[in-house]
């Protein structure tokens, strides 16, 4: 896995580049659409490509249990048994240790865990997060981490990060005696405090990631402690190595995050939202269930080449939600996907154009919603 | 409206033709998708098209109902609020007397309806139908008809086609008023009676409709029943023009249709089949969720060529299956609809090759199911 800046604005840390693995190149600074159970749900591995995708992000914890290692490992590769022959990052199972606490116990050795769809139990050391990796034969692997659940005290964070430090080490040894041709990515951690995160970053690049993610973010704090912390956060990441920013995704959280310096992100929000009949436009958001879309013969977004938007109507979207028809589902999702993904294709050509901040800027001015 | 018949097979009274419409030519014998509320079901007009549809049926009391005949209208056709420019054929709301028969209350003057979605009270006359029809501009139209429900005597039955028979003359007069360019279908009812059936027909065929239609069928009575009604009665359907059996779709039930003489089919079998992960192969039916297919990285039916199986494994569409994602739907629908496209596509050349009942026998031996 190969990793090269290609132009940096120089008004901010904001830059673009690109990521090579062996299942091809991604663009960055990337957004990578959430196929947590080896679906981007509601899209055919077509449309997603159709959409814009270049890369996708799937879970570790959530294909071990379904279909099971074994099924995907006689297939060779996640990518052969879903059929998307493009780059795929697999997160490692520590967000569940976060969203499923209820059913994990985390330890010094891993966590076990109670199966959120069966109830029977399992543990996942370290080393079997990275190994189940390896059976997926992803791209790009995170290790497993671990953060406390927001609000946490100094103490809490400062002992999840540490294991979070401990597990990282344990990972890279595993992952460097039985690598072929991937890359792995460490987790900074440390809360919202600052000194933790600075501490959890130097102990991470010293152990050479072929990148570096911020995690245990927009997981409930404000806006303006996310912002407090990345932002000095960011642009200390390792400078040749791609940073990813986890789980965050509202147009605006990008662009901040953009801005100071990072590379990769992904979230549910397009997805979920679409599902939900929220769509993204260039002039905020649609609730498309309103009655003012009743009879709307305009597209959803006029500035907006995606399938949906060229050849369907406000008002047949508007129906097709009411009447809860899969379509909707369908044609929703490829809009808000196309939706972020074009949005990343202009934040990388506002970079290359040192533009950057004046795209920001014309962007959120025009981006307000119903 | 025209229809031509371009084979005969020399061994029965089957046929395959060509109905041209304002909207496009299809081959016949042909198979409708259901498109109820303006969406084949989990499927894109584009996924609906590469899966092989030429023409869909969709429903004037459901449309009317949502998103209504004025949203419709103001598009200007079905086929544009919908993004499907190839032909539609519109079922009446005669078959909603049927199955929503609790909510409906038929009258010398029409039927009375209490909305499936909100409970609120509308009539529509079979003029009224003929005139959402004209607003949605489908390229076949029903007429309003009426069947009792199976078992009925043959009182009932009488009453029942008598008054179809009465509306549809009602329908004819206002359609030739008032059509552009689009034909009209009657509807044989009558039951399990031949000699009602054989009057019906009578009646009908001296109003001279574009198309003919045999309804009342697979509603419950047995496939003894289904075909002693049928088979007298197809070959007397007026020669020169289209003859449907609506909502009859079993592939062993369309051969059966076929070699009598019929053209056109619709049946909700494939998509909703689809969606309940019953898959239909050369092989006979395919139970996805079995245990069986788990691991199995064979295509669902090794002869078919539709987007699902060129891309995608039975241990895939089964863990997509069992995790509930949409994509199930998707791909098991693209399948179905295809299975019958190429089925419907194989009938049709048999015919013209003066090969339909070898190729009915060979189906028929391979097509087993699990």
């Known amino acids: 896995m190969q990793f090269e800046v290609t132009a940096r604005d120089r008004r901010c840390p904001a830059r673009s580049g690109r990521v090579t693995t062996k ?14 159970a080896g679906t981007v749900k509601a899209l055919t591995p077509r449309q997603l490509d159709e959409a814009g ?14 279909p099971g290692t074994d099924v995907i490992r006689k297939f060779g590769s996640l990518h052969r048994f879903m059929g998307w022959e493009q780059p795929i990052l697999t997160d490692s199972g520590g967000f569940q240790i976060f969203s499923l606490r209820d059913n994990a116990r985390v330890s010094e050795s891993g966590v076990r865990f109670k199966s959120h769809l069966d109830g029977s139990a399992f543990s996942l050391t370290p080393e079997d997060v990275v190994d189940i990796q390896s059976a997926l034969d992803s791209d790009i692997q995170m290790v497993l981490d ?32 039985t690598n072929k041709g991937n890359g792995q990515f460490a987790i900074v951690q440390g809360g919202l405090h600052e000194d933790l995160r600075e501490c959890s970053l130097r102990e991470l690049a010293a152990m050479d990631f072929e990148g570096y993610a911020v995690g245990g973010l927009s997981v409930g704090e404000s806006t303006a402690e996310f912002r407090r912390i990345l932002k000095p956060l960011a642009p200390e990441l390792p400078d040749g190595k791609p940073r990813y920013l ?13 801005e100071n310096g990072m590379d990769m992100f992904d979230c549910v929000m397009p997805s979920r939202n679409a599902r939900n009949g929220t769509l993204f436009s260039s ?13 709307d013969p305009r597209p959803l977004d006029e500035a907006c080449a995606c399938y949906t938007c060229r050849n369907f109507s406000r008002a047949y979207l508007r129906h097709l939600f009411i009447s809860r028809e899969i379509l909707s589902s369908i044609l929703n999702t490829i809009h808000n996907i ?3 993904l074009d949005f990343m294709a202009k934040i990388r050509y506002a970079i290359s154009s040192q533009k950057f901040i004046d ?3 014309n962007f959120l001015s025009l981006y307000k919603g119903e």
Chains 1, 2 share one sequence.
């Open 23 to 36: 299942s091809g190149a991604f663009a960055t600074p990337a957004f990578m659409p959430v196929g947590t």
């Open 53 to 66: 995708a270049q890369v996708i992000l799937a879970n570790t914890y959530h294909l071990f249990l379904r």
């Open 146 to 177: 671990h953060f406390a659940p927001h609000p946490a005290s100094h103490p809490q964070d400062e002992k999840a990060m540490r294991l979070t430090g401990a597990w990282a080490a344990r990972a890279r040894e595993r992952f460097l005696k």
């Open 246 to 258: 986890m789980g965050s995704g509202t147009p605006e959280d990008i662009l901040f995050a953009v």
């Open 283 to 295: 002039r905020g958001k649609v609730r498309i269930k309103n009655e003012r879309h009743k009879a």
């Open 338 to 340: 196309h939706f972020y």
């Open 359 to 361: 795209f920001k800027e």
